[in-house]
């Protein structure tokens, strides 16, 4: 029965800190994205951040609610994802001698990525990437 309860007690010590953890990447994200908004006029590939939403404010609303909702689960999971590719990443440095190369073949699509669900990925605007693009060039 004490390892149930100890199981029980760690397993909510780790959906809290993985809930503030993404709470705090969902603030920051949105701090980071209205100031590239200031710079999306300027590029091409970003012109649907820059875009007015034909949306009324309770699909707005609703759309807002259900990116908080998705980011805290998606949140967690890329963070885990990211965490052991930068583990793995830094083993697979250490096995060939100091490679880079082969560090950052799997640094780059591991920690890169959307960490964010956004309005434009619920909508079909955007894909959403949970593994990011790798160094060689741009996804198809």
């Not at 009324?56 to 609703?62: I, L």
Request: hydrophobic content about 40%; glycine content about 12%; aromatic content about 8%.
């Amino acid at each position: 029965m004490s390892t149930n309860h100890f199981l029980r007690v760690q397993a909510g010590r780790v959906f809290l800190v993985g809930a503030i953890f993404c709470t705090l990447l969902v603030m920051t994200g949105e701090s980071v994205r209205a100031h590239g908004e200031d710079m999306s006029e300027t590029s091409p590939s970003q012109s649907s951040l820059s875009r007015p939403s034909n949306l009324s404010s309770p699909e707005a609303s609703g759309l807002q609610a259900a990116c908080w909702a998705l980011t805290i689960p998606y949140g967690a999971a890329k963070m885990a994802y990211a965490i052991g590719g930068g583990i793995v990443g830094g083993l697979a440095w250490a096995i060939t001698e100091g490679n880079m190369e082969v560090a950052k073949s799997i640094w780059i699509p591991s920690m890169t990525g959307d960490y964010i669900v956004q309005p434009q990925h619920l909508t079909g605007e955007k894909h959403l990437y949970f593994v990011g693009v790798s160094s060689e060039g741009p996804l198809s």
